[in-house]
């Protein structure tokens, strides 16, 4: 397997513009997340899904920033209008059900910088 | 609720030396630990997790943890560090039952000097 795909790796914007940021998780993976790390905040939840349905979003930060994840293979992260404090990496992961352990398996990540 | 402490956001080492990375956690249900791995420029990789059974586990690249539940622990070891290892170590934990939520700690930064 590919494993966790996100696109693009890095994206440069000008503030007040949108952004989206897509992930492609792991055939047969019924968990998606997705996270931002910053230095000041660390690694921080932003917002996850099961079977394609929001589970948890009280990690996104304000209603600039929306996820949706319209089939089991395809999700993606908006932000608008972006904020120069909104830059970041976004990371995606995804996690199977059922094994009882619930390991993440994380992308490459998108590394956002607003101008 | 659960919570997820690293001690030490900055270890150094020399190449060769004992790697002992610091976690304590806080959780009110047996809880699922991990510790990932960040390189530079990467995303998070699993180095090693503990579900149940054994308690002293042993992942990728000679690193191993121990869980023990009377400390509240799940420190990292590898026995001699490698320039490789300098990396960003994050330890993690999910309370399971359907709640698939990973606590992540703040991280450490892994130096290895020659």
């Known amino acids: 397997d590919a494993g966790v795909i996100q696109s693009p790796r890095h994206e440069v914007t000008e503030m007040g513009q949108e952004v989206t940021l897509r992930c492609k998780p792991i055939?047969?993976?019924?968990?998606l997340f997705w996270y931002r790390q910053t230095m000041m905040r660390g690694l921080e939840l932003l917002i996850y899904?099961?079977?394609?349905?929001?589970i948890d979003d009280s990690g996104m930060p304000e209603d600039r920033f929306s996820a949706k994840m319209p089939n089991a293979s395809f999700s993606t992260l908006k932000i608008q209008p972006s904020e120069p404090r909104d830059s970041a990496v976004y990371f995606c992961?995804?996690?199977?059900w059922g094994l009882g352990d619930y390991e993440q398996f994380f992308g490459p990540g998108t590394r956002l910088t607003v101008l | 609720a659960q919570s997820v402490t690293q001690l030490g956001s900055h270890v150094s080492v020399s190449e060769g030396a004992l790697v002992l990375l610091r976690c304590n956690y806080s959780?009110?249900?047996?809880?699922?630990l991990f510790w990932y791995v960040q390189y530079p420029n990467q995303g998070l990789q699993l180095l090693l997790k503990y579900t149940t059974g054994a308690t002293l586990v042993k992942g990728i690249n000679g690193f191993e943890a121990e869980f023990k539940k009377s400390e509240t622990s799940f420190h990292l070891t590898k026995p001699s560090a490698h320039m490789s290892d300098a990396a960003e170590y994050f330890c993690?934990?999910?309370?399971?039952?359907?709640?698939?939520?990973?606590?992540f700690g703040a991280g450490t930064r892994l130096a290895v000097h020659p």
């Open positions: 992961a995804s996690s199977p």
């Open positions: 055939s047969g993976h019924d968990y």
């Open positions: 993690a934990l999910n309370r399971g039952g359907g709640y698939n939520k990973l606590i």
């Open positions: 959780s009110s249900v047996p809880p699922y």
């Open positions: 899904f099961n079977n394609n349905v929001p």
